[in-house]
C-alpha cells in the first residue's frame, strides 16, 4: 500500500506575481476570488466543462458576476465538453453573460480542439492545465489529480484578454473564421525581459515560436524537471531533451496511471531511447498526472500544452514563459515531494521486463498519435483554407 505523506504547508505569505497555485482546490479557490472581486470583465476558457460541483460553483460565481453588471463570456470546447447539457448555462445567459462553443461542427472536432484553460477577471489571470471538473479538485496527493496553475498580473494579461478575444471569434471554426484568424497576428506580451511571456499553438498562431523558444531553453538548460500528462514530444524537442539529460540532471515526472492509455503506450515507445541518455523518469503513484509544467534552470513553463505532438502542433495552446528563480525554486520543492511518492524507472529492468504484446501495443499506439493523427488533421485544415 502507498504510504501517503501529507504535504506540508507554506507558512511563508504568498509571493508576488506570478503566485503558484498547487491542486485543483488552491486554483479553484484563486478563481472564485478573483470572480467575485471582478467589476468590469470575466473572460473564462476550458476545454472541458463538467457539471457538479465545482462545475455548479463556477456557474454560481460567473452568473452573481454577470449580474452585477460585470461583462461575462464563457467559451468551452464542444469536444472536451460534449457531455455538459445544452441548457447547463441558462441562468448565466439570462443574468446576460454570454456563451460559446468552441467549434460546434461535429465533423471536426476530433481533429481541432480549444485545449487551453484561462480564466481572465479584470486585470489579473489564472492560467495552467486544469479544467473545470471534480476530478481536479484536491491537493493532488490524497484527492484531485496532480496539477498546477499560476495567477498573474501585469502586460502578460493584456496580450491573454486580446488572446481569449481572437478564440471568441474564431470559435464557430466555419472557413469565413479561420481565414480572418490567420490573417490576424496575436498581440505579444511586451514588459521587462523578467516579466511573463505568453506562447500560443495552433492553426494560425505562432506555433514555431512556442516551439522555438521551448527548444532554446532546453538547449541552454544545466537543470531540467518537468511534469507531463503526455509524453510525446516531436522529434527536435526529443532531442533536446535527451541532449539535456546527457549534460547533466533532466527529470520528468509521469504518471503511474493515466487518463488516455493509448498515450501513455505510445510514449512508451520511447522510454528507451530517452532512459539511454540518462533521463530520469519517474512515475507519480498517488495520483493521475495532469499537470503541464517545466523547469529549465530559473525559467518556468506552465499553461495548458503538453509534451506531446497533438499540443505542439494540432490544438490550440497556451504556455507561460516565466523567467523567475523564486518561481522556480517553488516549482523544485513540489518535484522533490513528488520523488517520495513515486518510482523511478530502472533502464535494465525496462528493456528485460517488456514483453511482445506490449511492444506491438505501444508501435501502434506511436503510429496512431504520432503519424496519423497529425496527418488527418492537416488534410481536414486544408478544406477550411
Known amino acids: 500500500m502507498t504510504n501517503l505523506e501529507p504535504r506540508a504547508h507554506d507558512p511563508t505569505p504568498a509571493e508576488p506575481a506570478p503566485e503558484l497555485l498547487v491542486g485543483g482546490s488552491a486554483a479553484y479557490a484563486c478563481m472564485w476570488r478573483l470572480v467575485r472581486q471582478a467589476r468590469i470583465a470575466v473572460d473564462l476558457e476550458t476545454y472541458i466543462f463538467e457539471a457538479g460541483a465545482v462545475g455548479d460553483r463556477f456557474l454560481a460565481e460567473l452568473t452573481g458576476a454577470a449580474r452585477r453588471g460585470v461583462q461575462v463570456r464563457v467559451l468551452v470546447d464542444a469536444y472536451g465538453s460534449d457531455t455538459l447539457r445544452q441548457d447547463y448555462f441558462a441562468p448565466l445567459i439570462a443574468a446576460g453573460g454570454e456563451l460559446r462553443w468552441f467549434n460546434p461542427k461535429r465533423l471536426l472536432r476530433l481533429s481541432f480542439r480549444n485545449h487551453r484553460k484561462l480564466l481572465r477577471a479584470d486585470g489579473e ?37 486580446e488572446s481569449f478575444a481572437r478564440m471568441w471569434e474564431l470559435s ?43 527548444l532554446f531553453d532546453i538547449r541552454g538548460a544545466r537543470r531540467m524537471q518537468a511534469w507531463a500528462a503526455y509524453f510525446l514530444p516531436s522529434r527536435r524537442i526529443g532531442a533536446a531533451i535527451r541532449d539535456a539529460a546527457r549534460r547533466g540532471a533532466a527529470d520528468i515526472m509521469l504518471g503511474e496511471r493515466s487518463d488516455v492509455p493509448v498515450s501513455r503506450w505510445a510514449s512508451e515507445r520511447l522510454f528507451g531511447r530517452f532512459l539511454r541518455a540518462g533521463l530520469r523518469i519517474h512515475r507519480y503513484r498517488p495520483q493521475i498526472v495532469h499537470a503541464k509544467a517545466m523547469v529549465l534552470d530559473d525559467v518556468v513553463y506552465v499553461g495548458s500544452s503538453n509534451l506531446d505532438v497533438r499540443s505542439l502542433f494540432i490544438n490550440y495552446e497556451l504556455l507561460l514563459r516565466i523567467p523567475s528563480p523564486a518561481l522556480a525554486t517553488r516549482l523544485r520543492a513540489e518535484f522533490d515531494t513528488d520523488l517520495r511518492h513515486a518510482d523511478t524507472l530502472d533502464p535494465v529492468r525496462w528493456r528485460s521486463g517488456r514483453r511482445w504484446w506490449q511492444s506491438l501495443r505501444s508501435y501502434v499506439a506511436y503510429q496512431l498519435l504520432a503519424r496519423l493523427d497529425p496527418y488527418l488533421a492537416a488534410r481536414s485544415l486544408k478544406s477550411l483554407r
Open 125 to 161: 489571470a489564472v492560467v495552467g492545465g486544469l479544467n473545470i471538473a471534480d476530478t481536479y479538485d484536491g491537493d493532488g496527493l490524497e484527492t484531485g489529480w496532480r496539477d498546477f496553475a499560476v495567477r498573474v498580473d501585469g502586460p502578460v494579461v493584456d496580450a491573454l484578454a
Open 172 to 214: 464557430a471554426f466555419g472557413r469565413r473564421e479561420v481565414r480572418r484568424f490567420w490573417r490576424r497576428a496575436p498581440q505579444r506580451a511586451t514588459g521587462a525581459p523578467d516579466q511573463p511571456e505568453l506562447l500560443l499553438s495552433g492553426p494560425g498562431c505562432p506555433t514555431a515560436e512556442l516551439r522555438r523558444r521551448l
